[in-house]
C-alpha cells in the first residue's frame, strides 16, 4: 500500500462521526477518517453481526475487543480474537465477517 499525499495527524476517535452499516443480521458502526488514498476505520460489529456482502477491497484489520470469524471465498474460515490482525491485498480472496458476541475493529485500507 501507498500512503499518499496523508500529513501527520492524530485522531480521537470519540470525535468522528457515526455511521452505521446494517448486515444481514446485526450492525457494523463506522468512524471513518479519510486522508489521501487512505480510509482508516474504528468499526464496531453489533453481537449477531453478519456482513450482507463479500468484500474484495484489501484491508488491514486488527482485533481490539471480542472475537471475529472472517470466511474467505475458498471456503475457510478464520477466527481472530483481540491482538490478531489480518491482511490481504485488493482482489486477492473475497471474505466477509462475522461475529456472535460482536467486536471492535482497526481497519486500515
Not at 41 to 55: F, I, L, N, Q, T
Not at 71 to 79: C, M, Q, W, Y
Request: overall charge neutral; some cysteine.
Amino acid at each position: 500500500m501507498a500512503i499518499e499525499a496523508v500529513p501527520f495527524t492524530t485522531t480521537d476517535w470519540a470525535k468522528v462521526p457515526v455511521t452505521e452499516h446494517p448486515g444481514t443480521t446485526g450492525v457494523a458502526r463506522w468512524r471513518t477518517v479519510l486522508q489521501g488514498n487512505v480510509r482508516v476505520r474504528m468499526v464496531e460489529y453489533s453481537p449477531g453481526y453478519v456482513a450482507d456482502h463479500w468484500c474484495e477491497r484489501g484491508h488491514v484489520l486488527l482485533v481490539l475487543e471480542g472475537e471475529l470469524v472472517t470466511e474467505l471465498a475458498d471456503g475457510r474460515e478464520v477466527r481472530l480474537r483481540p491482538g490478531t490482525s489480518y491482511q490481504v491485498g485488493d482482489g486477492v480472496m473475497a471474505h466477509r465477517s462475522r461475529t456472535a458476541g460482536g467486536a471492535r475493529l482497526f481497519i486500515v485500507d
